[in-house]
């Protein structure tokens, strides 16, 4: 497998937590993103998707900005005090978001990061199969309603329905969908 960039947006008020991070994620495997202000975290997160987003609790309470973009496609790393990590990972880990201690050794951030990259492939995969089903329940919407129209117009049974936008899209070599646009124009 080639190795991919990962896009990640990494948000601190600590300059040190900044700079270890920073040396971590090197290009090309890491394209990232840096900001000590959540304000801003929270325009780029809308701006853009990220692969990962590491963003840092400060004394442990500071978990707002996770929760509010835990819903986006991002693999959310949440860094938490030591003393606070039990609490506040219990409270989090209900919106998929993963959180590490602080402060952390390289070894552990590396799996961490590993981790990250797994979960966001898996995420990468479910949204496509996600988008892939709407698409086939919107064409199957789309083709009984076409049937509906047929039914009512036409007389036609339910099968007979069927038969038609199957042959139809047969002989002229289109999609189901298409004879069904079709049909709906016309009978509409």
Do not use: C, W
């Amino acid at each position: 497998m080639e190795a991919e960039s990962h896009s990640v947006l990494l948000v601190s008020r600590d300059s040190k937590i900044i700079s270890q991070i920073s040396a971590f994620l090197v290009p090309p495997l890491f394209e990232l993103t840096t900001t000590s202000d959540f304000n801003e975290a929270r325009r780029l997160a809308t701006e853009r998707t990220f692969n990962i987003v590491i963003a840092d609790s400060g004394d442990g309470y500071d978990t707002d900005f996770a929760m509010n973009i835990a819903e986006s496609y991002s693999t959310i790393l949440l860094l938490v005090p030591s003393e606070h990590f039990d609490e506040i990972s219990y409270r989090v880990e209900g919106y998929g978001i993963l959180t590490i201690t602080k402060p952390f050794e390289p070894f552990y951030f590396y799996n961490i990061m590993k981790i990250a990259i797994a979960v966001q492939y898996k995420v990468q995969v479910l949204s496509s199969q996600t988008t892939k089903l709407k698409v086939k329940m919107e064409e199957i919407k789309q083709v009984n309603r076409a049937k509906m129209l047929l039914m009512q117009n036409m007389n036609m049974s339910e099968q007979e329905a069927h038969r038609y936008i199957e042959k139809e899209a047969m002989d002229r070599g289109m999609k189901r969908i298409a004879i069904s646009e079709e049909i709906i124009k016309t009978y509409g």
